[in-house]
């Protein structure tokens, strides 16, 4: 085991299918929100990176094991498309070497300008294809199925390989598994805010139907957008330095994770690992292979690390615990 944790780089890292489809992936993906570039709303949540420190975050990713990445239209208005397309390149990677999940942005919109917009996708993504195309937000002009019919069409079509949907509550996601059903297709995922101080799918009937359907639950905001890694805790007054909405949003939130990060760090200490690599452990084996996780990182540490935590196992006492304690906090 490496003290920086990328825990021994050459280990071998279990696939899991993206539910009931061909495509495999890791149990952590990366997340690019973060490449957003400061752009518009999204700069009151990540400051901005220079393409270099990003070209290094998909290369460590890649090289720690990872062997996908999770983008969107609206991160940045495709900059964060773009830079995933430019790194990968600069990494030597080829269409098809790494799997890539984007999204399309709903709101105000019809289902026509998925058909019309996946043109843009594509040159964002300048040569990499598309497998994972999701519906990034339930609100949309259009009914599910509408949504659904699109994405079929554009499946047929060639120009992606699965279909997924993203915040999506157990009553639109059985209406967008039966729409693709009717076409023969899988829904293929759920994107979803899950951990451990966030474990609303758990009771909302989310968890329940992906399980029952056989669609894989993406889980967002792995590490509560940095909170989970212990680190805010350890130096309240690095949050200072953070952009206003997530500064906000984490103040909030960090009394009452003090006894979960004071376990998940006794934890990390034992496994010799670190505080947030713990969390996202648990995460992707809670409910065995049905949730893999996309942490997005900032620096390239976080890239090694959160690579990293696919590569050790919990005990079931450890799983145990932390269940319990997160139970008694979550909403
Ligand atoms: P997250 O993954 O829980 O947190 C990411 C942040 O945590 C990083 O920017 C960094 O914060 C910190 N971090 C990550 N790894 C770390 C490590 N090993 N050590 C220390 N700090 C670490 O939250 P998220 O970015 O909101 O979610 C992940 C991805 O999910 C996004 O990139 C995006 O792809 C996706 N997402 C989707 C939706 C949706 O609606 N579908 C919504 C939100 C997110 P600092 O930068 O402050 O250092």
Redesign the pocket.
Known sequence: MTQDTGIGADQKIERRKIGRTAIEVTPIG?????FSQGQGFHGY???ALSDKVTDEIVRTSLEGGISWI???EV?GKGRSERGVARALKAAGKHSGDVVIAT?WFPMLRTAGSIRKTIGQRLLNLDGFSIDLY?I??PWSLSTVEAEMEAMADLVEAGKIRAVGV??FDADRMRRAHAALARRGLPLASN???Y?LLDRRIERNGVLAAARELGITIIA??????????G?FHRDRGLLES?PFF?RTFLTKRIQRSVSLIAALDEIAALHGV?T??VALNWLINVHGDAVVA??????V??A???SGSMKFRLSGEEMQRLDDLSSRLTP
């Not at 967002?220 to 890694?229: F, H, K, N, Q, V």
């Not at 996309?294 to 620096?299: L, N």
């Open positions: 990366l997340g690019s929100w973060q949540v990540w400051s999770d983008t969107a991160y999204k999701q990034h937000q993203s915040n994107q979803v805010k951990n967002y905001s792995p590490l509560e957008m940095g909170l989970l890694t680190k953070r997530r670190k947030g690599q996309i942490p997005g990182a900032s620096k540490e976080h090694l690390q959160n």
